[in-house]
């Protein structure tokens, strides 16, 4: 089932103000496809998310699941008349009901046949790998399992969609990653459409087929993890994914066929010549720099080797280094121009002068943000 929503719009009063909290959005997540709304705390993304569900009456725009128009400004159909799952950040289980019970109960309120109920129940209590627990109580289960149980009950009465709130976020780090796998798996399992809100990067990455970044209630960008972390266009999207260089340029010298522009770029009292790629000339009018700390590579230390000619080299020095397990995060000074530069292993020294290289296709130009 797709889920098409056009130009949504939610607002809220506050006192003498109205807030908008979503702010004209437009996607559509398709059949079968895990579509992540991934952004800071307060961008929208979990008021987007109840819009879909019908838990807000929405300011503008439209809301279709399935080609059939559920939310205008001025009709909504019911959320019970969706046919959308809900996992919710909190579990949601009823706590005076056992894992079995929480699953009838949504069977029961869906009309789903009497005769069938148990046998769903265990079907979906296999599907979570929870076959044992059906007669424990909430209070009896750790986090995983209630998160599970709360999965398991939304897709017992098999909903075309499914929307899933953070549902990850009141796990520790162990267990988030162990159950972003199993939540994968069974995802993939069911093959149902699902839309999945997170402000964590990783998680997003993970088990999106699509990803939307969400800012102050406005589309950021959208796309598959590896454009969005490869492609950023803002900086406010290169930093949100992961860590960035981001420098303030000016471009002069510009080949638009071939999407290269020789720029100035500068911090406090220095300025150095960056090579650097674009895809949209718009791009060129007041440009920052976007460079992950991957592609700032070290070349040979300055005292008495030689680099080969780059148009990208400079030479600076390690001013901090900062182990973090799997790789070392080196600062590195050219000036007044302080690069981050990611390394697999402790090579470098703090104090050591060494050159840096980056590739013209790695060093790309993006709007600046107002």
């Known amino acids: 089932m797709t889920i098409t929503v056009e130009n949504l719009t939610k607002k809220y009063s506050s006192g003498q103000e109205e807030v908008v909290a979503v702010d004209d ?5 398709t059949q079968g496809e895990l579509f992540t709304l991934l952004g800071p705390s307060g961008c929208g993304k979990t008021t987007t998310l109840r819009c879909l569900a019908g838990l807000e009456q929405i ?5 279709s699941i399935g080609g059939e128009t559920v939310a205008t400004p ?7 008349h969706r046919d ?3 996992v919710f950040q909190s579990y949601a289980l009823w706590p005076h009901m056992t894992a079995r019970e929480n699953i009838l109960y949504a069977l029961k309120a869906r009309d789903w046949p009497k005769n069938d109920r148990e046998n769903r129940i265990e079907e979906v ?7 044992e627990i059906g007669g424990r109580y909430p209070s009896e289960l750790s986090g995983g399992q209630q998160q599970r149980i709360s999965f398991a009950r939304a897709v017992s009465y098999e909903p075309s969609v499914l929307l899933m709130d953070e549902p990850l976020s009141n796990l520790d780090f162990k267990q988030r990653r162990r159950m972003r796998r199993l939540l994968l798996e069974m995802l993939q399992e069911v093959g149902i459409t699902t839309v999945y809100v997170t402000h964590d990067q990783e998680e997003a990455f993970e088990i999106s087929d699509e990803t939307l970044v969400l800012n102050t209630g406005q589309k950021a960008q959208q796309g598959t ?5 490869k492609n950023p266009t803002s900086p406010f999207v290169a930093d949100f994914l992961g860590e960035a ?10 080949d638009a066929a071939a999407g290269v522009a020789q720029c100035e770029v500068r911090s406090g009292g220095t300025t150095i010549e960056m090579e650097c790629s674009f895809q949209d000339e718009s791009v060129l009018k007041d440009p920052i ?19 080969a000619d780059e148009r990208n080299r400079w030479d600076g020095t390690v001013s901090h280094q900062f182990y973090r397990g799997s790789f070392t995060q080196n600062i590195i000074d050219v000036g007044e121009i302080r690069f981050k530069c990611k390394t697999d292993k402790p090579v470098l020294d703090e104090g050591q002068d060494v050159s840096i290289v980056v590739e013209p296709s790695d060093a790309k130009l993006v709007h600046d943000e107002v």
């Not at 959005?25 to 997540?29: C, G, H, P, R, T």
């Not at 720099?289 to 680099?307: K, S």
């Open 59 to 63: 300011n503008g725009g439209t809301i």
């Open 25 to 29: 959005v437009s996607f559509e997540a």
């Open 225 to 229: 993890p590896q454009e969005l972390y």
């Open 289 to 307: 720099v976007v460079i992950r700390p991957e592609d700032v590579r070290p070349g040979a230390y300055t005292d008495g080797a030689t680099v």
């Open 245 to 254: 260089n981001l420098f303030d340029a000016t471009a002069r010298d510009v």
């Open 74 to 80: 001025k009709q909504s159909t019911k959320p019970e």
């Open 125 to 131: 209590l296999e599907l979570v790998g929870l076959p």
């Open 84 to 86: 959308i799952g809900l």
